[in-house]
């Protein structure tokens, strides 16, 4: 039987093998069943679920447990992190995502509305969201709902958005922290994360919320309405939610001069009035302009220094309306037919940076001004801000998604069961720049001699038809995923064992994805137009073992019970080849209240389809003028060229081993209580890996030595190849004097271990009401990451834009009749940012979050009140703003705070009412 994942093309029938290997262990288990043995009929031990179990209104006496594909039993071997129905409504956050950032395991970094500077975020031109699972990357998790994979969100369809389900109609979430390709597939390297809707409702819920921050707002209105009947039930729920964009004005932590905490100066040069740069000597301009009469007022070796992305928003506004409906109907005896569906459209506005560049101004045009003493008959550079002259270039868009699963349960003999699904989904995202810079109307001003319309950049006045020209540069980014899933899955028992039965879960499914996707750029009047559709198609087939050895039956001592449990997944793509995944798994009870488990498993993550195939050709892909923080000049900024080929053929799947032990445990002497540590290390290979958004990449340019990925100086002729190869992104410098590769490469390899650990505690008063006390948070013990083929296994534990040593949310909830009251701290370590020189030691955080909820019907006996809950909550009660860290801001974050661990916003006040009739 396989131990590792085996990525590539199999020789002879890997489906074969797969059953071969399914054979094997039945083999395996039927052998153990003698040596054990001590009678004919044992009773079935009762599964031991970790989660929490479902709610009695969805009558399901064997529900599939995420981590499992057998019913009635929980995943063996990986606990599960689980997020009830009452933990949902006492998050005061207003999406499902932000609800899930809340749980210590999620990690904030790549694909976030946020913070866009890690792996992923260059594709997440939308502003949506994705959950990290430890932070190893987000597209390391999978997100499910109800048990099955959705479309992929985004113009790239990359990752699934888990605020497509409104929080208003989830029942729970169940999240995996462990690797589960042998279960689910591609995706769940670090783990799995299951939106679980909410069924069999019999009542209409009715809900609003607002929420008021310093420079903020956000507001959520909702209603779930269900009935149940015999043999059916239909629940559907609506959900509006809204947030204010923040802009960087409204916090004065956020700044490009960051002397005043102890940082450096990371304002730009690009100015209004800017700095002219002539043979490397610098000349501010200064208020009110130069001519070529004031000439003499330009001092060499001066700046002028601004702070350009002050005007920027920190995160985008964003409203989403979505609306999610489940049905059952049992259609005869022992056939139930099920359709679950939902719809999101999603909106954003942002107000990026000001328009600027380092401008290449000839000596014919009218303005140009030669400072004394500098060299003649020499072209010079502007470094120039348009913050006086042009609007500020809007970024807006829309993603909409729309999907239909619809299957049968169907029971067969012995106690079988078998679900046939068919799911078919469908995204489309739009992103769309309006008032870019035209760099070919910007080039022809400069060089225009006619005083009345060429382009002054010295401080004067400008012809507006002038300025309507340079600034007319759009950019439309559209894509759209089209998503089918046939699956086909029985589980049932297969014969008697001493401790119960083994019960088995086969399966098959067909999964076709379609993407299209492409860029429209240029100027307004006329743009070029691209689009290029790909496509992939993946065939799976799984089995899965469940054999309780020992129970109550024939138990021994030190062995009231032992689980084991077997699954396998050997999936085949279209485009990458084939892989085949095992996973092992064991709980050991050997006495009452304590459960010892273990697991070891290989996953994969199949590239993204565009970033194999990609949109290079007619489609997305071009050349990005940036800023990058540079060391070698004290962490300033420098301006680079940045190439997003936007796919890469050569992409191999990425590859991980898991193991995880860990132990849960109910001390007898101490009711009602309960504790869990579970060890974890994953061993993750191949990773794929990109830098176009990465603009702190500089800070590692000696580890990628020899990648080719950043070049120093690049050559006049390597510049031109690339300028006359892809289309361009803002204005070019004259010199270009640094190039980095973006496209995406199988570079990166790391290993992470450390605990997860949790305690929860409830205790019940006569007087004062009951007290339920909870504890979850995550401890790394290591990171390391070689960021490179061959390169050192470098220790980035507790280093800025890693995983922490320490996260961990702490909450204490007291319920006394009428009155719900919640309290909830949030701890994050304190880490390095070693993007600093010296390395800077950032402060740890703790913030208190307060939640509140009165039954106003036990106060007031009219029937108005009845089932009225008002409810009123704070995030952040002290208001206390982000650690201070010394890093240079950037379109993706920075200036003051580290967006991945900490949120600008500040205290948010909010009330609500909820309504059930």
Same mark, same amino acid.
């Given at each position: 039987?396989?131990?590792?994942?085996?990525?590539?093309?199999?020789?002879?029938?890997?489906?074969?093998?797969? =059953?071969?290997?399914?054979?094997?262990?039945?083999?395996?288990?039927?052998?153990?069943?003698?040596?054990?043995?001590?009678?004919?009929?044992?009773?079935?031990?009762?599964?031991?679920?970790?989660?929490?179990?479902?709610?009695?209104?969805?009558?399901?006496?064997?529900?599939?447990?995420?981590?499992?594909?057998?019913?009635?039993?929980?995943?063996?071997?990986?606990?599960?992190?689980?997020?009830?129905?009452?933990?949902?409504?006492?998050?005061?956050?207003?999406?499902?995502?932000?609800?899930?950032?809340?749980?210590?395991?999620?990690?904030?970094?790549?694909?976030?509305?946020?913070?866009?500077?890690?792996?992923?975020?260059?594709?997440?031109?939308?502003?949506?969201?994705?959950?990290?699972?430890?932070?190893?990357?987000?597209?390391?998790?999978?997100?499910?709902?109800?048990?099955?994979?959705?479309?992929?969100?985004?113009?790239?369809?990359?990752?699934?958005?888990?605020?497509?389900?409104?929080?208003?109609?989830?029942?729970?979430?169940?999240?995996?922290?462990?690797?589960?390709?042998?279960?689910?597939?591609?995706?769940?390297?670090?783990?799995?994360?299951?939106?679980?809707?909410?069924?069999?409702?019999?009542?209409?819920?009715?809900?609003?919320?607002?929420?008021?921050?310093?420079?903020?707002?956000?507001?959520?209105?909702?209603?779930?309405?269900?009935?149940?009947?015999?043999?059916?039930?239909?629940?559907?729920?609506?959900?509006?939610?809204?947030?204010?964009?923040?802009?960087?004005?409204?916090?004065?932590?956020?700044?490009?001069?960051?002397?005043?905490?102890?940082?450096?100066?990371?304002?730009?040069?690009?100015?209004?009035?800017?700095?002219?740069?002539?043979?490397?000597?610098?000349?501010?301009?200064?208020?009110?302009?130069?001519?070529?009469?004031?000439?003499?007022?330009?001092?060499?070796?001066?700046?002028?220094?601004?702070?350009?992305?002050?005007?920027?928003?920190?995160?985008?506004?964003?409203?989403?309306?979505?609306?999610?409906?489940?049905?059952?109907?049992?259609?005869?005896?022992?056939?139930?037919?099920?359709?679950?569906?939902?719809?999101?459209?999603?909106?954003?506005?942002?107000?990026?940076? =000001?328009?600027?560049?380092?401008?290449?101004?000839?000596?014919?045009?009218?303005?140009?001004?030669?400072?004394?003493?500098?060299?003649?008959?020499?072209?010079?550079?502007?470094?120039?801000?348009?913050?006086?002259?042009?609007?500020?270039?809007?970024?807006?868009?829309?993603?909409?998604?729309?999907?239909?699963?619809?299957?049968?349960? =169907?029971?067969?003999?012995?106690?079988?069961?078998?679900?046939?699904?068919?799911?078919?989904?469908?995204?489309?995202?739009?992103?769309?720049?309006?008032?870019?810079?035209?760099?070919?109307?910007?080039?022809?001003?400069?060089?225009?001699?006619?005083?009345?319309?060429?382009?002054?950049?010295?401080?004067?006045?400008?012809?507006?038809?002038?300025?309507?020209?340079?600034?007319?540069?759009?950019?439309?980014?559209?894509?759209?995923?089209?998503?089918?899933?046939?699956?086909?899955?029985?589980?049932?028992?297969?014969?008697?064992?001493?401790?119960?039965?083994?019960?088995?879960?086969?399966?098959?499914?067909?999964?076709?994805?379609?993407?299209?996707?492409?860029?429209?750029?240029?100027?307004?009047?006329?743009?070029?137009?691209?689009?290029?559709?790909?496509?992939?198609?993946?065939?799976?087939?799984?089995?899965?073992?469940?054999?309780? =050895?020992?129970?109550?039956?024939?138990?021994?001592?030190?062995?009231?019970?032992?689980?084991?449990?077997?699954?396998?997944?050997?999936?085949?793509?279209?485009?990458?080849?084939?892989?085949?995944?095992?996973?092992?798994?064991?709980?050991?009870?050997?006495?009452?209240?304590?459960?010892?488990?273990?697991?070891?498993?290989?996953?994969?993550?199949?590239?993204?389809?565009?970033?194999?195939?990609?949109?290079?050709?007619?489609?997305?892909?071009?050349?990005?003028?940036?800023?990058?923080?540079?060391?070698?000049?004290?962490?300033?900024?420098?301006?680079?060229?940045?190439?997003?080929?936007?796919?890469?053929?050569?992409?191999?799947?990425?590859?991980?081993?898991?193991?995880?032990?860990?132990?849960?445990?109910?001390?007898?002497?101490?009711?009602?209580?309960?504790?869990?540590?579970?060890?974890?290390?994953?061993?993750?290979?191949?990773?794929?890996?990109?830098?176009?958004?990465?603009?702190?990449?500089?800070?590692?340019?000696?580890?990628?030595?020899?990648?080719?990925?950043?070049?120093?100086?690049?050559?006049?002729?390597?510049?031109?190849?690339?300028?006359?190869?892809?289309?361009?992104?803002?204005?070019?410098?004259?010199?270009?004097?640094?190039?980095?590769?973006?496209?995406?490469?199988?570079?990166?390899?790391?290993?992470?271990?450390?605990?997860?650990?949790?305690?929860?505690?409830?205790?019940?008063?006569?007087?004062?009401?009951?007290?339920?006390?909870?504890?979850?948070?995550?401890?790394?013990?290591?990171?390391?990451?070689?960021?490179?083929?061959?390169?050192?296994?470098?220790?980035?534990?507790?280093?800025?834009?890693?995983?922490?040593?320490?996260?961990?949310?702490?909450?204490?909830?007291?319920?006394?009749?009428?009155?719900?009251?919640?309290?909830?701290?949030?701890?994050?370590?304190?880490?390095?940012?070693?993007?600093?020189?010296?390395?800077?030691?950032?402060?740890?955080?703790?913030?208190?979050?307060?939640?509140?909820?009165?039954?106003?019907?036990?106060?007031?006996?009219?029937?108005?009140?009845?089932?009225?809950?008002?409810?009123?909550?704070?995030?952040?009660?002290?208001?206390?703003?982000?650690?201070?860290?010394?890093?240079?801001?950037?379109?993706?974050?920075?200036?003051?705070?580290?967006?991945?661990?900490?949120?600008?916003?500040?205290?948010?006040?909010?009330?609500?009412?909820?309504?059930?009739?």
């Amino acid at each position: 039987m396989a131990t590792a994942a085996q990525v590539g093309k199999n020789s002879g029938n890997p489906r074969m093998h797969v =059953i071969a290997q399914a054979v094997a262990m039945l083999c395996a288990f039927g052998a153990m069943a003698p040596a054990i043995a001590q009678s004919e009929a044992a009773p079935v031990a009762a599964p031991a679920v970790e989660a929490a179990p479902a709610p009695a209104q969805e009558a399901a006496p064997e529900v599939v447990i995420t981590g499992s594909r057998i019913r009635g039993i929980a995943p063996v071997g990986s606990s599960v992190v689980t997020l009830g129905r009452s933990d949902i409504e006492q998050s005061g956050a207003v999406s499902t995502a932000k609800i899930l950032q809340e749980v210590p395991q999620v990690f904030n970094l790549g694909v976030s509305e946020n913070s866009r500077g890690q792996a992923g975020g260059a594709g997440n031109i939308t502003f949506a969201s994705a959950i990290n699972l430890r932070g190893i990357g987000p597209f390391a998790t999978l997100t499910l709902v109800d048990g099955h994979r959705v479309v992929a969100q985004g113009t790239t369809g990359a990752t699934v958005d888990p605020s497509i389900i409104p929080a208003l109609a989830l029942q729970r979430v169940e999240i995996i922290a462990d690797g589960a390709s042998a279960i689910y597939g591609s995706d769940a390297v670090a783990g799995v994360a299951n939106l679980i809707l909410r069924r069999n409702q019999e009542a209409l819920e009715a809900t609003v919320r607002y929420g008021h921050a310093d420079g903020y707002n956000e507001r959520m209105a909702g209603a779930l309405w269900g009935h149940k009947w015999k043999g059916g039930q239909v629940t559907a729920a609506i959900e509006h939610t809204y947030h204010s964009a923040l802009n960087g004005q409204d916090r004065d932590f956020y700044t490009g001069d960051l002397r005043a905490f102890g940082g450096g100066d990371f304002r730009s040069t690009q100015c209004a009035p800017g700095n002219i740069v002539i043979a490397g000597t610098s000349y501010a301009i200064p208020q009110g302009g130069v001519t070529k009469a004031t000439a003499g007022s330009l001092a060499p070796n001066t700046s002028n220094k601004c702070d350009n992305l002050k005007y920027a928003d920190l995160f985008p506004r964003q409203e989403r309306n979505s609306g999610v409906i489940t049905f059952n109907q049992e259609l005869t005896k022992g056939i139930k037919f099920f359709a679950d569906g939902f719809a999101t459209r999603r909106t954003y506005r942002l107000s990026p940076t =000001i328009l600027a560049a380092n401008l290449t101004v000839p000596q014919a045009n009218p303005f140009y001004v030669r400072p004394p003493g500098a060299p003649a008959g020499t072209n010079e550079t502007v470094a120039y801000s348009f913050l006086n002259d042009l609007p500020p270039n809007i970024a807006r868009g829309k993603s909409r998604t729309v999907e239909l699963t619809t299957g049968l349960d =169907i029971a067969l003999p012995m106690d079988w069961k078998t679900t046939v699904l068919y799911t078919w989904g469908k995204n489309e995202d739009l992103a769309e720049s309006l008032h870019g810079l035209n760099n070919a109307a910007i080039s022809t001003a400069l060089a225009d001699t006619n005083p009345s319309t060429a382009l002054n950049v010295f401080g004067g006045a400008n012809n507006p038809a002038t300025l309507a020209k340079i600034s007319n540069n759009i950019g439309l980014s559209p894509g759209e995923t089209i998503f089918k899933n046939a699956a086909v899955k029985a589980d049932g028992p297969l014969f008697q064992l001493p401790a119960g039965k083994l019960r088995a879960a086969v399966g098959f499914e067909h999964q076709d994805v379609r993407t299209e996707g492409g860029q429209t750029t240029g100027p307004a009047d006329n743009p070029s137009t691209g689009s290029v559709v790909i496509t992939r198609t993946v065939k799976s087939a799984f089995a899965e073992l469940a054999a309780p =050895i020992i129970g109550s039956a024939n138990a021994l001592p030190g062995v009231e019970k032992l689980d084991l449990n077997a699954a396998i997944r050997y999936d085949k793509y279209s485009d990458v080849g084939s892989t085949n995944n095992p996973k092992y798994g064991v709980n050991w009870v050997p006495f009452q209240g304590l459960t010892v488990r273990g697991s070891y498993g290989t996953s994969f993550r199949a590239p993204g389809l565009t970033n194999i195939q990609g949109f290079t050709n007619g489609g997305r892909g071009g050349l990005f003028v940036q800023n990058y923080s540079d060391p070698t000049i004290g962490g300033a900024l420098r301006v680079g060229l940045t190439l997003s080929a936007g796919r890469n053929p050569d992409l191999k799947p990425e590859t991980a081993t898991t193991r995880s032990l860990g132990v849960e445990w109910e001390p007898a002497f101490l009711e009602r209580t309960k504790f869990g540590l579970t060890y974890f290390t994953i061993n993750y290979d191949n990773q794929i890996v990109g830098y176009l958004s990465d603009l702190t990449i500089l800070n590692r340019e000696g580890q990628l030595a020899g990648t080719g990925i950043i070049q120093r100086n690049p050559s006049p002729a390597f510049i031109a190849q690339m300028l006359a190869q892809y289309p361009v992104n803002n204005v070019v410098p004259q010199n270009v004097t640094l190039f980095v590769d973006g496209s995406p490469k199988n570079l990166g390899q790391s290993i992470s271990k450390g605990f997860d650990f949790s305690a929860t505690h409830r205790m019940q008063t006569e007087n004062w009401g009951d007290f339920t006390f909870g504890l979850n948070g995550t401890y790394f013990t290591k990171y390391a990451y070689a960021i490179a083929p061959g390169a050192p296994m470098v220790d980035q534990l507790n280093t800025i834009f890693n995983p922490l040593r320490l996260k961990a949310r702490l909450n204490t909830t007291w319920n006394y009749g009428p009155y719900n009251a919640s309290v909830f701290v949030n701890y994050i370590n304190a880490y390095d940012n070693n993007l600093a020189a010296p390395t800077q030691k950032v402060a740890s955080s703790t913030t208190f979050d307060l939640r509140f909820n009165y039954d106003m019907g036990s106060a007031f006996n009219g029937r108005w009140a009845k089932d009225l809950t008002l409810s009123a909550g704070v995030v952040n009660l002290f208001d206390k703003n982000p650690p201070f860290v010394n890093i240079a801001q950037s379109t993706n974050g920075g200036g003051g705070f580290d967006p991945t661990l900490t949120n600008p916003t500040g205290r948010i006040i909010s009330v609500g009412l909820t309504k059930r009739f």
